[in-house]
């Protein structure tokens, strides 16, 4: 009996793991559930228009920003462009997942760095023999010092990869603008002639009346006044056509302001182009304030240092570990330091994958500006084409048309009336106001497409903002942010 109790492990141990456990569980997270409801989601995205206090204070900070934002944000008079682009800039959905992609690189950025966790470990043996030797046992608590410097590079890199998601926050944010104001004129494009079909099949329907009695009189043959009869079915279905096309431009752009397909709202045409003032070096403008140039900079940025953490990695860090044992009862301190050799491996397979994927980052940023200035140079050569045709369409050919129009009408009042010459104008009449609709679109289109590869005027480190806490939000341009690749951790974070 006496050989049983002096095998047991002395009373110290059992404390000992105790509070060795106590410590390993202080700092465990506990984890909560957080069900997905998509009926709530539909009923927040109904509820966006109408609660607006949210999008109130974001347009204040996009003002002291110097963002273009509307002089009064309105929406019970209808939406307009700059309205919408503010309905974009903060609901759109794939901007509301690029900021939460955002939150993911900055929890990465502020857990980067940290210390390992220190190993508590311990070991106990009993001598099967009838010579009754007592218990044997050993805690140790080891820690690994990082003198190598990893941890440093590893923030630096953490903070790398979060300075590239807020780039392309920007980027998307810029894009957004871009597809918001293309959209807005393609929709008011659908809706304008829509407008001008309708007016089409009422002025085809005057002609084939007036065909119906020239067909009694006899001065017009049934295949004549079938012919015309035919272009009235065909511009009536026309019109069907122009509303699917509307409903189609109208969902579309909706749905880039985060707006259900639904919505009510009243949205204001608009194709006005936008003035913008002379740049003296398009192409070094391009270098210099191009948001996906610079998404492709930080990209760089981040495999620079991937290269700089895989080389001090193949430097050692130091584990230092001590404890206390006891062994034929004799009490024992433990010490104990080791150290990897960096000889035989060294890290060479992930200094040379990362020196290659820094070349290949660098390929894609030079290759990438070539693809722009291409973009640029075709946007120019496209705007300066299609403002040469507007000048022709507006200047002569629409009023020449609307000239004919107002004449043949004259002439069909006085009785002098020939049924295919006024088909022929009304048909030649829209397709030339159509024509000139399509031509605005383009224009606008262009001068979009040179405003999104040149970039913002105001070129400066990006601050995410979440306004809501579900990714809806902006990033601001804020000249004060000290970047995360800088090793500090940004004032507003996309995880807020």
């Known amino acids: ?38 009926a709530d989601h539909r009923d927040s995205m109904s509820a966006r228009l109408t609660d607006t206090e949210p999008i109130a204070g974001f347009v204040e900070r996009l003002t002291a920003q110097g963002w273009e934002v509307p002089a009064r944000f309105d929406l019970s008079d209808g939406i307009s462009l700059p309205e919408g682009e503010v309905l974009a800039l903060f609901y759109n959905a794939d901007l509301r997942l690029a900021r939460l992609d955002a939150g993911v690189a900055l929890a990465n950025y502020e857990t980067a760095g940290l210390w390992e966790d220190p190993e508590f470990g311990f070991d106990g043996a009993e001598i099967l023999s009838p010579s009754g030797s007592p218990f ?44 918001v104001r293309s959209a807005w004129a393609a929709w008011t494009v659908s809706l304008n002639r829509l407008s001008l079909l309708q007016d089409t099949v009422v002025q085809t329907e005057r002609i084939v009346s007036i065909a119906d009695r020239l067909e009694r009189a006899e001065e017009l043959t049934r295949v004549e006044a079938r012919l015309l009869r035919a272009a009235l079915v065909q511009a009536r279905s026309d019109v069907a056509q122009a509303e699917r096309d509307e409903i189609r431009t109208r969902i579309a752009l909706l749905g880039l302001m985060g707006l259900t397909p639904d919505t009510e709202a009243q949205l204001l045409p608009s194709l006005a182009t936008r003035a913008t003032p002379p740049v003296e070096d398009p192409v070094q403008r391009l270098i210099e304030a191009n948001t996906a140039l610079a998404v492709r900079r930080s990209e760089y940025q981040v495999a620079e240092e991937t290269l700089r953490l895989e080389v001090r990695k193949q430097y050692p860090d130091i584990t230092i570990g001590s ?27 992930g200094i040379a994958d990362a020196r290659a994927q820094r070349e290949v980052a660098r390929a894609t940023a030079e290759t990438t500006f070539e693809r722009l200035a291409r973009e640029l140079a075709n946007a120019q050569a496209e705007l300066n084409a299609v403002r040469s045709q507007l000048a022709f369409y507006e200047s ?54 040179i405003d999104r590869l040149l970039g913002p005027e105001q070129s400066a480190s990006p601050a995410p903002v979440s306004v809501d806490g579900e990714g809806n939000g902006e990033t601001l341009f804020d000249d004060t942010h000290e970047t995360a690749a800088q090793g500090d951790t940004p004032a507003d974070g996309a995880s807020q």
């Open 396 to 449: 002569e050919l629409v009023p020449m048309f609307d000239e004919q129009t107002s004449e043949v009408d004259q002439l069909a009042d006085l009785g002098e009336v020939d049924a295919f010459v006024l088909l022929e104008t009304v048909t030649q009449t829209y397709a030339t106001k159509s024509r000139l609709l399509d031509l605005r679109a383009a224009e606008i289109a262009a001068v979009t497409e």
């Open 1 to 38: 009996m006496d050989k049983l109790l002096s095998a047991r492990p002395p009373r110290a141990i059992a404390p000992a793991m105790g509070a060795a456990l106590v410590c390993l569980l202080a700092g465990c997270q506990s984890y909560e559930r957080a069900p997905l409801s998509i």
């Open 136 to 179: 044997e046992f050993g805690l140790t608590l080891s820690l690994t010092i990082p003198i190598s410097g990893r941890l440093g590079v590893e923030k630096d890199r953490a903070g790398a990869a979060y300075e590239a998601e807020l780039r392309r926050i920007v980027d998307a944010e810029w894009a957004t603008r871009a597809q």
């Open 323 to 349: 404890g206390y044992g006891s062994e034929d009862d004799d009490d024992r301190l433990l010490l104990g330091v080791s150290m990897p050799i960096p000889s035989l491996n060294a890290n060479r397979a």
